[in-house]
T-cell receptor
Framework: GESVGLHLPTLSVQEGDNSIINCAYS??????FIWYKQESGKGPQFIID?????DKRQGQRVTVLLNKTVKHLSLQIAATQPGDSAVYFC?????????????FGKGTLLTVNP | NAGVMQNPRHLVRRRGQEARLRCSPM?????VYWYRQLPEEGLKFMVY????????ESGMPKERFSAEFPKEGPSILRIQQVVRGDSAAYFC?????????????FGPGTRLTVT
């Protein structure tokens, strides 16, 4: 299940199960969102992105859902594998002018048990 | 096709010394971003640069920190007179908007330790 630890929220799943990682973003004007995966000691790795004119986008084994009404993003990982164990961050962007910076959420630690 | 390169990967400095972190963007990318990450936290935006221009430095501390992205060579993040609170992982990302994606590609990071 999902729990909030002292620092990062954590999610522990069994190999083969589906995982759902949630994120609340901060700026209702943000119009572009990305999910990143970060393994220990490495930089963030792009997983999937979605624009604000969409509410769902699918990739290989991953689906991102966007609910602008409640400013909520989720990342669904199908058939979770041990290699999916990492910290997952959502990031938001308000495009336009000189403002193309990403604002990152706190992150969720996903642990996949074999 | 080489990704974003950062060096050094690990840097140890004593308090009061200077730290220079280098970032070479992906080939063809002309936009560079620097982010800082404290342990068990998300990345915090510091500065956004294009060649020879600082576009947005709203996340940079007002003192001791500076960044540049010259016409030739890597982008440099410079921290003068480091303090223990500067210890963190510093990530560089690059992007190219020739297409329709705003994806930022991240480097492996430089882990700065101030002793």
């Amino acid at each position: 299940g999902e729990s909030v630890g002292l620092h990062l929220p954590t999610l522990s799943v069994q190999e083969g199960d589906n995982s759902i990682i949630n994120c609340a973003y901060s700026n209702s004007a943000s119009d572009y969102f990305i999910w990143y995966k970060q393994e220990s000691g490495k930089g963030p790795q792009f997983i999937i992105d979605i624009r604000s004119n969409m509410d769902k986008r699918q990739g290989q084994r991953v689906t991102v859902l966007l609910n602008k009404t409640v400013k909520h993003l989720s990342l669904q990982i199908a058939a979770t594998q041990p290699g999916d164990s990492a910290v997952y961050f959502c990031a938001e962007m308000l495009r336009g002018g000189s403002n193309y910076k990403l604002t990152f959420g706190k992150g969720t630690l996903l642990t996949v048990n074999p | 096709n080489a990704g974003v390169m950062q060096n050094p990967r690990h840097l140890v400095r004593r308090r009061g010394q200077e730290a220079r972190l280098r970032c070479s963007p992906m080939k063809g990318h002309s936009h560079v971003y620097w982010y800082r990450q404290l342990p068990e936290e998300g990345l915090k935006f510091m500065v956004y640069l294009q060649k020879e221009n600082i576009i947005d430095e709203s996340g940079m501390p007002k003192e001791r920190f500076s960044a540049e992205f010259p016409k030739e060579g890597p982008s440099i993040l410079r921290i003068q007179q480091v303090v223990r609170g500067d210890s963190a992982a510093y990530f560089c990302a690059s992007s190219d908007w020739a297409g329709s994606s705003y994806e930022q590609y991240f480097g492996p990071g430089t882990r700065l330790t101030v002793t």
